[in-house]
């Protein structure tokens, strides 16, 4: 019965505002993601990083979305398409990695339910900030990963002026931010193989292209701590 | 209350901690100097940055290699924090590949 069972994209929720989707380019082979060619002027342009580590410490996620078109503002998702590379990592028990992404154009309206997409909503909550993030994508190792998480936080002014002038700047977004959400791994046969559910804290911020792809040298150590309320 | 720290070294291990206390908002930016212990006899891949600044003490000790990406390595931590008491908690750190002044990182990396 639960082999059987289809994860099931639904529409988003009214309390966010914007709404970014995600149409990934299936011809690009996943395993090619972490070497796939960047145009030469991407260099300047920026990343979206979100983790999570959960309350137990033993589960992580670690989810980028790297622009890679030239004259796009990533930082407010401004309407438009443009290129993108999205990368989901998901960490859990002593070993076990689940590894998907690959190259996305990012579209202004976009079909959900179709396999291979991505939607990143953004804040409007009353209660705060809040990211939700509902993806669908090819992993490495075979199969798909679908997950459904959501980053929230209270947003602080003085956070933004928390730039770190290095050779690759970052901003920080979120320095602590409540994730929660489940993970589902599908197999290549599009069985649910795994359903995780995950509660935890997280981080997010804004930083250079330069991170992925290598062009960046000595920027440092970036860490991240986060302690029991 | 500390909930959170981010911490931030160059290649010369000068840092800054940024210390969000429980009234979130509350941000406080902090120099601060940071440094690297290693295992003296193979303790597998674990060692210790260490980030001091005037009043607070950030420890970090790796636990596992999440990420061996082009250009940084991804490390998942305990953390540990000494302020007013001391805290324990979990943390992600980056560390570029190319961070070149530690020249034993590379055997702490391969096994």
């Not at chain 2, 302020?83 to 324990?88: D, L």
Request: hydrophobic residues 40%.
């Amino acid at each position: 019965m639960l082999a059987a069972r289809k994860p099931r994209f639904t529409t988003g929720r009214k309390r966010f505002g914007k709404r970014l989707t995600v149409c990934m380019k299936r011809e690009i082979p996943p395993t090619r993601f972490v070497l796939s060619p960047l145009p030469p002027d991407s260099t300047l342009l920026d990343t979206r990083y979100f983790d999570g580590i959960s309350d137990t410490g033993n589960q992580v996620i670690v989810f980028t979305i790297a622009d890679v078109s030239p004259g796009s503002d990533f930082e407010t998702f401004s309407s438009g398409s443009f290129r993108a590379i999205a990368d989901f990592s998901f960490f859990t028990g002593a070993n076990r990695v689940f590894r998907a992404g690959c190259a996305a154009q990012i579209c202004p309206e976009g079909k959900a339910d179709q396999p291979a997409t991505c939607i990143l909503e953004l804040p409007a909550a009353s209660y705060g900030v809040g990211y939700l993030l509902r993806c669908r994508l090819p992993m490495e190792s075979g199969g798909e990963i679908f997950a459904e998480l959501e980053w929230l936080f209270v947003p602080a002014s003085s956070l933004a002026s928390a730039e770190v002038k290095t050779k690759s700047s970052r901003k920080v977004l979120a320095a602590r931010a409540d994730v929660s959400g489940h993970i589902s791994v599908l197999s290549l046969k599009n069985r649910v193989e795994e359903v995780v559910h995950f509660r935890g804290t997280g981080y997010s911020d804004l930083r250079g292209i330069a991170d992925l792809s290598g062009v960046s040298s000595n920027h440092g150590i970036w860490a991240r701590a986060h302690f029991a309320d | 209350m500390i909930l959170d720290t981010v911490a931030a070294a160059n290649a010369n291990l000068e840092a800054e901690l940024f210390i969000t206390d429980e009234s979130e908002g509350n941000c406080v930016r902090l120099p601060a100097r940071a440094s690297m212990k290693f295992p003296r006899f193979g303790f597998g891949r674990r060692f210790k940055i260490l980030v001091d600044a005037a009043e607070h003490s950030l420890e970090l000790t790796t636990v596992k290699l999440l990420r061996d990406g082009p250009s940084s390595r991804l490390f998942l931590c305990e953390s540990r924090i000494r302020a007013e008491g001391q805290r324990r908690g979990y943390a992600i750190c980056e560390i570029p590949t190319s961070f070149s002044i530690l020249p034993s990182l590379r055997n702490v990396f391969r096994r």
